[in-house]
């Protein structure tokens, strides 16, 4: 089975602007979840989204959102960017339940300028 | 509320000494433990996990761990390293119905020639 894919891999935007970024997860596996990674912060878990519906929210500001498509595919988007969004960020598959193991995909490396 | 510790930053091991990756949690109701890996610029690997039964948990590349209820850890434990292992090591909590993963600070590993 082909592992979970991110897209675009490298991104460069400036304050302000916006970004969305995407996610195809493992074929079969419904659940998606997103974290950010920093050098400052650590992991820190975005959302998760099951059946195109959010199941949980981490303490983000409004700024973050997310979205699963039926065909369980993901976006996140970033309005208003500012430098501290600079992240890796990961997104996990997982067939359904909490203790299914969740498998990352490579991330998406997103720098503010 | 929920955590995980990883106490030491780094970890210093010759190639072929045992090693040993710390992580202790704080959870209300069942906890449900996995180790992760990151090599650099990649996403996380995952390398095992306990959910319920044999405290003694068994993973890929050799890799094990422990899980202590009553010191309530979950230490990571390989019986001999190679210098391949030198990488970036999270240990991560989730509980029933929480549909996300709480990570530790990372420890990261060494293993020198």
């Known amino acids: 089975k082909a592992g979970v894919t991110q897209t675009p891999r490298y991104l460069i935007k400036t304050r302000g602007q916006q970004v969305t970024l995407s996610c195809s997860p493992i074929?079969?596996?419904?659940?998606v979840s997103w974290y950010q990674q920093t050098p400052g912060q650590g992991l820190q878990f975005l959302f998760e989204?099951?059946?195109?519906?959010?199941?949980n929210k981490g303490n983000f500001p409004g700024r973050f959102s997310g979205r699963q498509f039926s065909n369980s595919r993901s976006e996140m988007n970033v309005s208003t960017l500012e430098l501290g969004d600079s992240a890796l960020y990961l997104c996990a598959s997982s067939p359904r339940k909490t203790t299914d193991t969740q498998y990352f995909g490579p991330g998406t490396r997103l720098t503010v300028l | 509320a929920q955590s995980v510790a990883q106490p030491e930053d780094q970890v210093n091991v010759a190639e072929g000494n045992p090693l040993t990756v710390k992580c202790t949690y704080s959870?209300?109701?069942?906890?449900?433990l996995f180790w992760y890996v990151q090599y650099p610029n990649r996403g996380l690997q995952f390398l095992l996990k306990y959910i319920t039964g044999d405290n003694l948990v068994k993973g890929s590349y050799g890799f094990e761990a422990e899980f202590n209820k009553s010191q309530t850890s979950f230490h990571l434990k390989k019986p001999s390293a190679l210098v391949s292992d030198s990488a970036l090591y999270f240990c991560a909590l989730d509980r029933d119905s929480s549909y996300k993963l709480i990570f530790g600070s990372g420890t990261r590993l060494l293993v020198r020639p």
């Open positions: 989204y099951f059946s195109e519906t959010q199941r």
């Open positions: 074929s079969g596996h419904r659940s």
């Open positions: 959870v209300s109701g069942n906890p449900y």
